[in-house]
């Protein structure tokens, strides 16, 4: 065998080599990219599961417009012949990090909803008969993926109604893309209505005429939490609060607010401790925050770290008692680390209302029907989910086709952005779900829940009671305290 | 006086898990020029395969810890026969290869765990908490700092000390020489692999016994084994460990007399004032061996 030889057939080897690594490397990227069209874009109704309770459906009142479908005799006589489908954008983190807890509970509201009516029979708007199709994105957690989530759905897809995306970073974003393409936006973001955010009674009306904001205002969501965590952890006037909470602009914005809020109530309080994302490791700043000497410590607001910041302020003795953001009581009781046997109270503050303790017979028939969706099971999941947002999408599903009713159109998004200024439903989180038609944001109370020595009670702090109207908390008071009484 | 104790602890904590990894990174690189990126991923399979043995197959942390360290270490051996070999003379393309492994290691791991992308978390192996002048330390962190000063200490007995030792710092000087003198200078950079893979598996099983981790999180705890390795001189274990600890005192210090959400960046400062004042780090390392 010569030189010549054996160079030709390594060659030779190495091109066949070549091609095959081609090869497979196109069936790979194929098979990656059929993967992720499945994952991606399929539609709700594919993903949901079959058996729902009815029983939760929030109700429209009557003297608004009627926007659920109609138990199935009177949906029967209401069927029209024509029939259209209504597609629905939805863009959430639901995977990548501790933000997919909270993306994934919101797609689960909207999917709920988006099936009960479907399988109802749809909805009536003029002579046609609606069903709703969602078409799903998911954000990785990544703003830039997100946004061009948002782009292609506006874009390539024709979506005119598009809920979420969170946090607060990319929400802000987003609406930029929305609002001059006259995009219905629904977000569960209050940072909207806020001093940096986009909505407000001018902006409503005319370069942010289609964004809506399906969470109260900051200053009513934090006045509410912070009355009822303090009342539960039994504070005085003059203790001291400290709070720790993640350094992005969520938690920059939520912590910063938050601190105003417990200062207008009378808590001694010093600049808030941001902790970069991603950390694991809080002892450093837990140590920190333990050289103030406070009573009490609070934190904001990614579940996960949460969890894990009141497991190491438990070990490093902070404070005497402490808040945890965005936790709900049954994965608390299920799976937090040091059970709860905890002498120091800890107060879980549910984002809206609490998933394994229900406030209401409104709210356990909710979580009957989300459990059932989940895991086919209306007791509830195994293992317990850490957080549930799912009714920051479930009621305006449903608040959404009372709007188009009322519109009398699925199409015109400024005519249906109308018809939502004002409109109240009987929902869940409210028996007078109203959509603010200045501020294009609604209002609504928070539970609350209480662990300590073995037992877990909660609470709804109602907005009549704990608002910032009745407790005489204000913006600017809140917003020129944010760095606390003692800086 | 309680506080800049508990900082104290709470950095040499934090320094224990990045001196195990420096330590592989700068043996690795020390004798074949090789940067290991993946080394962080080495680190979460660690993590992963102690979380399973204990909360999958409900046995005990030390045999999941056991496990782990075992496992990481074959495939560190794994990777050194399958793959890595056939770049030691192109420490660049073994470099490359290193970014892919990270890709393709993240997805095994996603695809492989049981709860895919979800973060894991173990309950403290031990729960006890000291005091000691006011300051709280978890035994699971006197546990982390022990073992780590332990094993560091071994290794640098076996690096400094040990005829073999002697061999492996030759081999890192001079690979063609040290192989002309009868030094089996492959078989070495095996071994490496295998010890730098066995502390990554330990560190996983520590780490995981202080804090939840995910499939994502080792990218993470990579920058900053590089960054120590670098600054402690690249190739040099004793550097290495001391930056470990430097960093992980800088970031707790930092924490609590400075602005707290720039923690990780007083560190890394840190670090490039070293390499700018000292180019070859503090304990002068190895440029490791030349790309052929």
Redesign the interface.
Known sequence: MTHLDTDSRLTRWRWMGLVGAALAVLVLGFALAACGDDEDEQPAAAQAQPQQEQQAQPQAQEQQAQPQPQPEAQQQQQQTANTGVVRIGSVQPLSGGGLAFYGKSEEVGLLLAVEQINEAGGFVVGDTTYTIEVVARDTRSDDAVGIAAVQELIRDEGIKIIFGPIPHGIGLAASELTQPEKVLHLMSLSILTSEDGVLNPETSQTTHKWLFQIEPSELTRSTITAAGVLELLGAEEGDTSVIIATDDPSGQFLGRFYNGVLTALGQKTYPVVFYPPGTTDFTPFLTRLKGLEPDWMHNWYIAADSVLIAEQALELEVARGYMVFGVDPGWWEENFPGGIDNEAPIVLACINLCRAINSSERSREHYQAVNEFECGNPDGCSPAPLTDITLWQYDYVYMLVAAMQKAGTVDDTTAIAEALEGITIDGVLSSTLTMDPEWHRVAHGYDTCRVQLGEISCTNFSLEEYGPEALGVTDEFVLANQEGSEQ | ME?FL??VI??L??GAVIALMALGVTLIFGLTGLVMFAHGELLVIGGFLAWFVTIQLSSSFWLGLLFAIVAVGLIGVALERGVFRFTFDSPINGFIVSLGLIIVLQHLLVELSPVG?S?V?L??PITT?FDLGGA?I?ATRVLVVGATLAVVALMLWAIYRSGHGRALRASAIDRDTAALMGIPVRRYIMVVFLVGSLLAGLGGALMIG?????P??GG?FVIKAFAVALAGGLGNPLGAILAAFGLGLA??MG??YFQ??W??SYAFIVMIIILLVRPRGLLTGLQGPPAR
């Open positions: 506080i508990q900082q709470n950095g904590s934090i992308a973060i978390d309950p403290a908490v709280r978890p202080l804090f939840p981790i995910d994502f999180i993470r970031e707790a924490t609590q707290p959400e923690s990780e």
